[in-house]
């Protein structure tokens, strides 16, 4: 086989990613046209597949910057094709955060994919690779919330509108959490490079438990405060309501039922 077709063969969209997509697709008709009977069980299915979608983009952001940057590796790991499988860390990118979102309705960042280091030569290259992911999130959340910037919701149905509200704090949240600068996440990526390698080599072991000890930390009432306040000032920034939120939460966790303070 030729390089080339090497090439598209690693770079071929997977099946499970545009399967992921086709949900996302009929669920959304299912939100915008009130086709569903239960409205909440088409905005759990809308938001979770396009939050797996956004987790796919944000790997995906990662392992294209990557390749650019020169490790030619990340196709032959199947990272281009957009399959959530084919990630090294599944259950940290995919199934800890969905699981996350169900629970507790927060975007919580994934694990990153596997990046040859070595291949890739210069700080800003490296820190630009761990940049990729939050900033697809960063993306994700500017389409969410466009029609509220842009003063352009007349027509949309509520329903839609509570689901595009919850989506974009979720992809808000995962920015923001991913972008601190906490061994294992890709805020530390970004800085690492820049740190002298002693300081680097004492970091490493604590490394592995960075994640979870952010996890940890927003049970702290203070910490969860403070973050969530943040995360509360960006969105009204884009002039997505609180109610809006709230409204699409309920909506996603539809087996707790519908606050009567949300019209459909």
């Known amino acids: 086989m030729s390089s080339a077709a090497v090439r598209r063969r690693e770079r071929r969209i997977s099946p499970v990613f545009l399967a992921v ?30 939050w797996i979608v956004s987790l796919c983009l944000h790997e995906y952001a990662h392992a294209r910057t990557a390749l650019h940057s020169g490790d030619v590796t990340v196709g032959a790991k199947g990272y281009l094709t957009l399959n959530p499988f084919a990630y090294t860390h599944a259950v940290l990118s995919v199934v800890l955060p969905v699981l996350f ?6 975007g919580l960042p994934g694990g990153a994919v596997f990046i040859d280091q070595g291949r890739i030569k210069g700080r800003w290259r490296h820190s630009l690779v761990s940049a990729a992911g939050p ?16 003063d352009a919701l007349d027509g949309v149905p509520a329903a839609f509108r509570y689901a595009l509200a919850f989506l974009a704090f979720l992809q808000v949240t995962a920015a923001l959490l991913n972008l601190l600068p906490v061994p294992g996440l890709d805020g530390y990526g970004i800085v690492e490079p820049w740190l002298s390698y ?27 405060g403070a973050f969530f306040d943040a ?7 884009l002039d997505v309501g609180v109610l809006d939120r709230a409204c ?16 459909l």
């Not at 979102?101 to 927060?106: A, R, S």
């Open 21 to 50: 997509l086709a949900v996302m697709a009929a669920a959304g008709w299912g939100v915008w046209t009130d086709f569903a009977a239960l409205p909440g069980v088409a905005v759990f299915l809308f938001v979770t597949s396009a």
């Open 101 to 106: 979102v169900i629970m507790g309705g927060i």
């Open 135 to 150: 900033l697809a999130n960063v993306l994700f959340a500017v389409v969410c919330t466009a029609p509220f910037w842009l």
């Open 198 to 224: 002693e300081l680097k080599r004492k970091i490493a072991p604590y490394a592995p438990y960075g994640f979870f000890a952010v996890i940890v930390l927003l049970f702290v009432p203070v910490l969860n």
């Open 231 to 237: 995360v509360d000032a960006l969105l009204r920034s």
């Open 248 to 263: 699409g939460s309920a909506l996603f966790r539809f087996w707790e039922g519908t606050p009567p303070g949300c019209p």
